[in-house]
């Protein structure tokens, strides 16, 4: 047990009911999870309100409430904490139960529409390479060094972070890398965290049913930045209009890459093959596996990053030119008929036509490029057209079908998606609802030589249909349909 009032260090205290000086077992902020003596925070949700349910956490065993707003009853024996932000208060109380764990790691946050688990997962890739002991918080999975932990969340909540940043300290390791999404900026779940560095990769249309502007979801994303310490650097991506904007405020060390522009860290793209890119980084050349554009940025921040913890300019090269693509992340295959299947995350506009543009500029034109896309169900209605669009522009056939419909109609979301194919585009645009017909599809359209395109789901192995998640691996699928077309 804990005493309460060592956990409510920092936080913004409006009023208090009771005693602070109580042991706890531990805090939550679903009330279905309280314990005997434990505290509720009660967080107002996008779909739910805590306070809703403090009596609920209360019958269930609680022995004190932390509420932005106290409840009219209050319940004798029971310690009320009012705050000013209960969202900022959970971060606080979570970093103080677990000993405040990010002060005792090197922890750097990246922060971005995309590029965020390639940058994140391939320093944890790095540095674990390197001899170190190393953690990783990210969309694909969480690591304590050797040990995987399944990943429900960008970024998780406030106690499910320091939970794990303690498990890290506690198995010896030394640095961290963690995705900072957007949501988690703005409900507060990094606060509390101490970190050494911060990387901005871009920003471009995302997350839109969330943010109700696109400034507020540039602002959102700043302020990551506005909140680093002086002991910290900020690196950013200063090809991007957004890059100068994230480093306005900061009392960080500001460091900036490049590929187009002067900045600390430059790099030239020299060959862009399937097999691999040939990069000139701050006038040394280095070979490395990862394609495309897009990766060029992700490596040159993964560099600029090392460099700013300490690492030697040659050894980082070094490092970078045996770095494996990471799951999900223009993964690729090519099947005994020659045809070429990548998977890739692509779910934003920006994503989806920067991997196009990639494969557009390898290829020889000899092939066709034929791209299976969907969008997911509710979330940002706006992009549905913009990305059909975009993929029926750049592929010579192009299969909308579904993504994660989650609780919309899949032929909604689709038929949203064909009002952004150009009329030019329509004879070769084809829409299939069951995603694995769409890609059985086209596996049975591809000649030797073509290049499948799947967008949208990358890394994950389920999908998410009336609210139910069924087993569906775009990889596995396709690699079994090319396998049985081959027989």
Known sequence: ???????????????????????????????????????????RGTIS????????????GAVAVVCDTLPETITKGITYIQVKDANKALAYMAANYFGNPSQKLKLVGITGTNGKTTIASLLYQLFKKAGFKVGLLSTVKIMVDDIEYKATHTTPDSITINHYLKEMVDAGVEYCFMEVSSHGIHQKRTEALHFVGGIFTNLSHDHLDYHPTFAEYRDVKKSFFDNLPKTAFALSSIDDKNGQVMLQNTAAKKLTYALKSYADYKAQIL????????LK???????????????AYNLLAIYGTAIQLGMESLEVLRLLSDLESVSGRFQFIVSNSNITAIVDYAHTPDALENVLKTINDIRTKNEQLITVVGCGGNRDKAKRPIMAGIASELSDKVILTSDNPRNENPEVIINEMEQGVAP?????????????????TACQLAQPNDIILIAGKGHETYQEIQGVRHDFDDMKTVTELLNQLNK
Request: glycine fraction near 8%.
């Open 1 to 43: 047990m804990i005493i309460l009032r060592e956990i409510i260090y920092k936080v913004a205290i409006e009023a208090v009911k009771g005693s602070t000086d109580i042991g706890i077992n531990k805090m939550e902020f679903d009330s279905r999870k309280i314990g005997a003596n434990d505290v509720f925070v009660a967080i």
């Open 49 to 60: 309100d805590g306070h809703n349910f403090i009596e609920t956490a209360i019958w269930n």
């Open 271 to 278: 060959e862009n093959q399937l097999s691999g890119l040939l």
């Open 281 to 295: 980084i701050n006038g040394n050349e280095v070979w490395v596996k990862l394609i495309g554009t897009f990766n």
């Open 424 to 440: 030019q585009n329509y004879k070769k645009s084809l829409s299939i609802t069951d995603r694995k017909q769409a890609i059985k």
